[in-house]
């Protein structure tokens, strides 16, 4: 199995930056394409970004589009989500995640989708 361990949160201001990462273990991190999920409380998990096992390919969710980047380093095993231009409204626990082989909507996935989701990271962005 494939172990993921999220860092990087804390709190900013709005406007400011924050850079997540995501450290794999145990498996083929390159055979996944990855993703970015992101929960408040009352809320469920929602898609962010996801990038494919090449890195070649990406998709954001809306809200987040120009202000956050995707990035992966499969010789490193890790996973970046650099955050840009930050609003209160992004407050979240943020989860790295590998996406189950085989999915159709390998880039748009839901929650059923995933294979392996790492612990979360704290995100807060006071205005």
């Known amino acids: 199995q494939v172990q993921l361990v999220e860092s990087g949160g804390g709190l900013v201001q709005t406007g400011g930056s924050l850079s997540l990462s995501c450290a794999a273990s145990?498996?083929?991190?390159?055979?996944?394409?990855m993703a970015w999920f992101r929960q408040t409380p009352g809320k469920e998990r929602e898609f962010v970004v996801a990038?494919?096992?090449?890195?070649?390919?990406?998709n954001y969710e809306d809200s987040v589009k120009g202000r956050f980047t995707i990035s992966r380093v499969n010789a490193k095993n890790t996973m970046y989500l650099q955050m840009n231009a930050l609003k209160p409204e992004d407050t979240a626990v943020y989860y790295c995640?590998?996406?189950?082989?085989?999915?159709?909507?390998?880039?748009?996935?839901?929650?059923?989708?995933?294979?392996?989701w790492g612990q979360g990271t704290q995100v807060t962005v006071s205005s």
């Open positions: 995640a590998a996406v189950r082989r085989g999915t159709l909507r390998a880039l748009a996935p839901r929650t059923s989708d995933i294979a392996y």
């Open positions: 145990g498996g083929a991190f390159s055979g996944y394409n």
């Open positions: 990038i494919s096992w090449g890195g070649q390919s990406t």
